[in-house]
Nanobody, 113 residues
Framework: VQLQASGGGTVQAGGSLRLSCATS????????VGWYRRTSGQQRDWVAS???????SYDSSVKGRFTASRDNTKNTLFLQMNNLRPEDTGVYYC????????WGRGTQVTVSS
């Protein structure tokens, strides 16, 4: 299984980033997948998810600002993040939804005020 998130960086509050996640070893086109983030603690919190049919769900803290999408032909998951806030700072991961035990590489997002 490979889950590699990328696209993070440092932006000012109000800025945007687009995260990508390349996957392999899972039946991507049939599975629901999600984005998670780890902020100050060790726990990874759910941020957004998208079903195989493209139905999305979001945590209330990001709803209206983040948009999850997927490209089943490339087994890739995306997260468009707009109007970023300092509290969005953290390491972002992708995984199945519900998540599996294995966590791949995350990508750091830092939002300065």
């Amino acid at each position: 299984v490979q889950l590699q998130a990328s696209g993070g960086g440092t932006v000012q509050a109000g800025g945007s980033l687009r995260l990508s996640c390349a996957t392999s070893g899972i039946d991507f086109s049939l599975d629901s997948v999600g984005w998670y983030r780890r902020t100050s603690g060790q726990q990874r919190d759910w941020v957004a998810s998208i079903t195989s049919a493209g139905t999305t769900s979001y945590d209330s803290s990001v709803k209206g600002r983040f948009t999850a999408s997927r490209d089943n032909t490339k087994n890739t998951l995306f997260l468009q993040m707009n109007n970023l806030r300092p509290e969005d700072t953290g390491v972002y991961y992708c995984n199945g939804f519900p998540h599996r035990d294995y966590w791949g590489r995350g990508t750091q997002v830092t939002v300065s005020s």
